[in-house]
């Protein structure tokens, strides 16, 4: 009777295609290999930021929320290996050596390296420091801009600088939470711009806990912003100067006499985005949604890729990190009607914790800085590069006026591409709202009426019923191979739609 059942079951499987075995489906580090980068067993590597000592990105220096600022040589070793104090010179030359430069700052969350000097953004002021008798320690210690508040709250942290095209630090400042023991800070809640002579310039109003900066490719400076009061979930978003970005704690800075702005009118709590940008003409939408908690729950630094394929086919987009899940995503964005907005994609996991920061290497691999201290993650550093192999990946998601154009990066099996089975897709919003967070709202099923395959194999152009201004639209594809067999990495992008383009 058993062997009978056997053949039976057999039938079922194979009937309903169902693999018996492994059918080789692909793993995220086929294609990108995860590097852990060792730190001195006595150094607690919290970074707060990351660059390059040199142009020719051979030294890696980082500054820590411990107050530290230290150099990183060797830092492309693989495998990595630490420098010990037995090491002949021969070995010492392949190792990863480490020095400490500084130490007593108070919680830099960034660094840029510019010639002779390096800018720090610390909780009160924009910091620049230098060596100047070529010992690499620092000899001086400078105050270039100071023209923010700070009364004392545990969540009063400055995030940057972000250098644009112009040369100008671009910072984030967090608004704080609970009491404020010195009374209130002017600026928090606020993106400043502080220029080379180290003049403060307040851009836009309306940010929240908003902790990694990023610029693209023609000088446009986005930040990410953390889920919390005014926060439906984390964010993307683009810093429009003279926009409001949807918290209104920074409202009190208004009246300050450099101001760019008045106060915002309009707000109301607990409407639909679409209709909060209806009601407040000075409010702009994120640029993209992160739809929590499956795109992450905290997220830091946004880079841009331009590493001209060195990183894989995901060129002029975002790599965005988390500081509480061990992920990186993808971000595509295109602009209509003068306005940001495009989709995300699932990247990397299993990072060994959540990260705060990113550094392109000159290899085009990406240095992901970990840190801890009750930020949901640990602390370290690890490495992310391109195994040269393609995965087959959603490439980008593109808005149409009657739906969406959706660019793979193989050429797709053009008999399952074209079946409209392959497409499942949904559609939500957000509340607008002071209080914590949001759940997905009016979520509804969109039709996918056609799927039309391009004449270039790689793009489908998808017709879906339903479309809604200021929603997310999630796609989500099953059983979508590439030409030569392989299966999609990952299956699913989250666009999100504010303007529905007119052609």
């Excluded at 037995?86 to 390296?113: C, Q």
């Excluded at 009246?255 to 679409?274: A, F, I, T």
Aim: charged share 25%.
């Amino acid at each position: 009777m058993r062997e009978p059942f056997q053949h039976f079951l057999l039938i079922c499987l194979l009937s309903a295609r169902i693999p018996l075995f492994s059918e080789n489906l692909p793993r995220e580090e086929d294609y990108y290999r995860l590097i852990n980068i060792p730190a001195p067993p006595d150094v607690v590597m919290e970074v707060g930021g990351l660059d390059w000592l040199d142009t020719e990105k051979t030294r890696l220096v980082a500054c820590t929320r411990r107050g530290e600022v230290w150099i990183m040589d060797n830092p492309y070793a693989d495998p990595p290996v630490l420098a010990k104090p037995e090491d002949n010179e021969s070995d010492s030359a392949k190792a990863i050596k480490y020095k400490r430069i500084l130490f007593g700052l108070n919680e830099p969350l960034g660094i840029h390296v510019d010639k002779e000097w390096m800018y720090l953004v610390q909780r009160g002021e924009l910091t620049r420091i230098r060596d100047t008798d070529g010992d690499e320690v620092i000899d001086e210690v400078e105050t270039f801009n100071r023209g923010w508040g700070i009364s004392g709250n545990y969540h009063e942290f400055a995030f940057g600088p972000q250098v644009d095209l112009q040369g100008n630090f671009w910072i984030t400042l967090n608004r704080p939470f609970g009491d404020e023991p010195e009374g209130p800070a002017d600026w928090r809640g606020w993106a400043v711009r502080v220029d080379r002579e180290g003049t403060m310039h307040p851009v836009c109003v309306g940010l929240r806990s908003p902790a990694g900066l990023g610029m693209n490719d023609v000088g446009d400076v986005f930040y990410t912003d953390n889920q919390g009061d005014w926060v439906a979930v984390c964010r993307l978003s683009h810093l429009k100067p003279g926009s409001f970005q949807g918290n209104p704690f920074g409202f009190r800075s208004c009246s300050l006499p450099n101001s760019p702005m008045k106060e915002p009118e309009g707000l109301k709590s607990g409407v639909l985005w679409g209709e909060a940008v209806k009601n407040m003409k000075d409010l702009l939408a994120p640029a993209c949604w992160f739809p929590y908690p499956q795109m992450g729950r905290s997220h830091g630094e946004a880079k841009f890729n331009m590493t001209a394929g060195k990183f894989g086919p995901f060129d002029k987009q975002f790599i965005v990190c988390d500081n509480t899940t061990g992920i990186l995503i993808r971000v595509s964005l295109e602009k209509i009607g003068g306005e940001y907005q495009g989709a995300c994609y699932p990247f990397r996991k299993d990072l060994t914790q959540g990260s705060l920061r990113l550094a392109w290497g000159k290899d085009g691999s990406l240095f992901v800085g970990q840190t801890a201290r009750g930020w949901g993650s640990r602390h370290g550093l690890q490495r992310v590069v391109w195994t040269g192999r393609t995965p087959f990946e959603i490439l980008e998601m593109k808005a149409k006026p009657d739906g969406f154009d959706v660019v793979f990066t193989k050429e797709v099996d053009l008999a399952m591409a074209g079946k409209i089975e392959t497409y499942a897709m949904k559609a939500w919003t957000y509340h607008h709202h002071e209080t914590y967070g949001d759940k997905p709202t009016n979520e509804r099923t969109l039709k996918v009426i056609s799927a039309t395959v391009g004449t270039d194999k790689k793009s489908v152009r998808l017709v879906v019923e339903g479309l809604e201004p200021y929603y997310v639209h999630e796609l989500k594809l099953t059983g979508l191979r590439s030409a030569d067999g392989d299966h999609l990495l990952h299956r699913e992008a989250y666009y999100t739609l504010n303007q529905i383009p007119a052609e």
